[in-house]
């Protein structure tokens, strides 16, 4: 019985998704990131998508130049309902309240 390797990042199923929405090969997905000076092969794309690889700050970057999508978009669903969620505590926070500037006396 062989071990089962957990998923290193949590980006890949959406790379997927967003790649095939636009018809695009990993191939030719991966000859985009590196117009974007990104180091990511076809193999190396392939990794991200099964999951089998750790993603960088330089990969979300990349890919989300190359999807020409908001970074939260590279997320799955349930992150990007986390992040309206806090945007929204966010503005109704109590602590942005704003106070009138004082006068000069």
Do not use: Y
């Not at 076809?42 to 990969?59: M, P």
């Not at 309206?84 to 966010?90: N, Y």
């Amino acid at each position: 019985m062989g071990c089962v390797m957990p998923f290193l990042n949590i980006i890949g199923p959406v790379v997927i998704k967003l790649r095939q929405a636009r018809r695009w090969s990993q191939e030719v997905l991966a000859a985009r990131l590196q117009c974007q000076q990104a180091d990511i092969s076809r193999d190396v794309l392939a990794n991200i998508e099964s999951g089998r690889t750790q993603v960088t700050d330089k990969h979300i970057r990349a890919l989300h130049k190359a999807f020409g999508v908001p970074v939260v978009q590279l997320f799955p669903k349930l992150v990007q309902e986390l992040d309206e969620t806090f945007v929204q505590r966010k503005d109704d926070s109590p602590m942005k309240k704003t106070t009138p500037p004082r006068r000069k006396s």
